[in-house]
């Protein structure tokens, strides 16, 4: 039935297919019987396969068992899901937090339940498809933003006036560029045209900021912000996701937020190893997993710069490597694949036509050389690449 659109997929150079990886996540995975160097993991602090998160997940399923039986408004709601969303609020500074089974789920649900016929949502250009999901479900009116302008925003809030709520929607760190929401300047313009504030921090949540506190802290702006958003399957290790506000909100949320009521509540286990999580976050660990990190993203800057792959934000664990067409970007990714490195291209409709990449993601737990491997694996491959046109 779909013979001819795979057909197409194929000859275009987009046919996704899965891998099958045969270890746990950590800087290198195996897949087929090798040693790869893994640069595809959002596990930016590598506490995915941490003791302590695997211990608070083992002793919950001791003590709670597997499935969490129900949605968090019949019998699913244990006190570790409560419990994480006080810390997580604690930790924020925040009145109160909400879980959700995924990031997804959140964005989707969050958006759609708080945007209503009437209001109007201002949404980045790059924003992350779970985000113009949420926008598509809600019944507000949406307008789309180029990435990161703040005059084109301002421009964009002073035509559309709107009877409703206006909210401004952007992730902090772009999953795709790496590069920083200017959130400065967006506050600004939402203290200015009366516009609250939801801001995606999957990227930057556990690295970026105080104590991994996230963009809005690295800038100081928490209380300017309605509604902070952020995963707990990235630097967190874990899985799910979070929202915190405003208890109001969030008691909104419960009543409203559609992928919180009608689908069964995060395993036990999840949120006991998320609380284990933020707990080495906060403290010492998390502090020398984030100079880890910061060493490693610079050597890995540092190389890809001298190879005239510049960036806007230096400063943060996602690089993308631009090679245009989506045929160059799977070359060059099988090559280094070749080499032991794991990077597989990211083509449409993940980004933009003509911008196929491969995307380096730089953990804590890389070391210094690996970050040399990848540099001179990807001249090598770069320059076969060339030789090959
Ligand atoms: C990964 C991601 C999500 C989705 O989070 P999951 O927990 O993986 O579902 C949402 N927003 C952004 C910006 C992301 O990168």
């Not at 708080?114 to 598509?136: E, K, P, T, V």
């Not at 899985?239 to 949320?253: D, H, N, P, Q």
Request: aromatic share 6%.
């Amino acid at each position: 039935m779909f013979e001819e659109s795979l057909a197409r997929l194929k000859a275009e150079g987009l046919y996704r297919t899965l891998w099958r990886v045969d270890s746990p996540q950590g800087p290198r995975i195996r897949i087929g019987g090798r040693d790869l160097i893994c640069l595809a993991s959002n596990d930016y602090l590598g506490l995915a396969g941490h003791p302590a998160l695997k211990a608070a997940a083992s002793r919950a399923v001791t003590e709670w068992g597997t499935g969490s039986g129900a949605s968090r408004l019949l019998s699913g709601s244990s006190r570790l899901h409560a419990e994480l969303e006080e810390e997580i609020a604690d930790f924020l500074g925040c009145e109160a937090a909400l879980l959700f089974n995924s990031g997804y789920a959140a964005n989707t649900g969050v958006l759609s339940a708080l945007a209503q016929r009437g209001d109007r949502i201002f949404s980045d250009a790059l924003n992350h498809a779970s985000i113009i999901d949420g926008c598509r479900l809600s019944q507000s009116e949406i307008t789309v933003y180029k990435h990161s302008d703040v005059n084109d925003l301002e421009n964009k809030l002073k035509v559309n006036i709107c009877s409703g709520v206006r909210w401004i929607v952007t992730e902090s760190v772009f999953s795709m560029d790496g590069d920083v929401a200017p959130l400065p300047g967006i506050v600004e313009l939402a203290g200015r045209y009366d516009a609250h504030l939801y801001l995606d921090e999957a990227h930057a949540m556990g690295w970026m900021g105080r104590k991994g506190r996230g963009a809005a802290s690295h800038f100081g702006l928490e209380d300017r912000i309605t509604l902070r958003m952020g995963t707990l399957g990235k630097a967190f290790g874990s899985f799910g996701a979070y929202v915190a506000g405003g208890r109001e909100l969030i008691e909104m949320l419960i009543n409203r937020a559609r992928p919180l009521i009608y689908s069964t509540a995060l395993p036990p286990a999840v949120p006991a190893a998320s609380s284990a999580a933020l707990a080495l976050i906060r403290g010492e660990e998390g502090e020398r997993l984030r100079v880890s990190l910061d060493r490693n993203l610079s050597a890995l800057a540092e190389g890809l710069e001298s190879m005239g792959f510049l960036r806007v934000s230096r400063e943060t664990p996602v690089f993308p490597v631009i090679l245009g067409s989506a045929k160059k970007a799977v070359q060059v990714a099988e090559d280094l694949l070749e080499q032991g490195i794991f990077a597989p291209a990211i083509r449409p409709p993940t980004v933009p036509e003509g911008t196929s990449r491969l995307r380096f993601s730089v953990m804590a737990t890389h070391t210094p050389e690996e970050m040399e491997r990848v540099v001179s694996g990807l001249r090598k491959a770069l320059n076969r690449a060339e030789g090959d046109r």
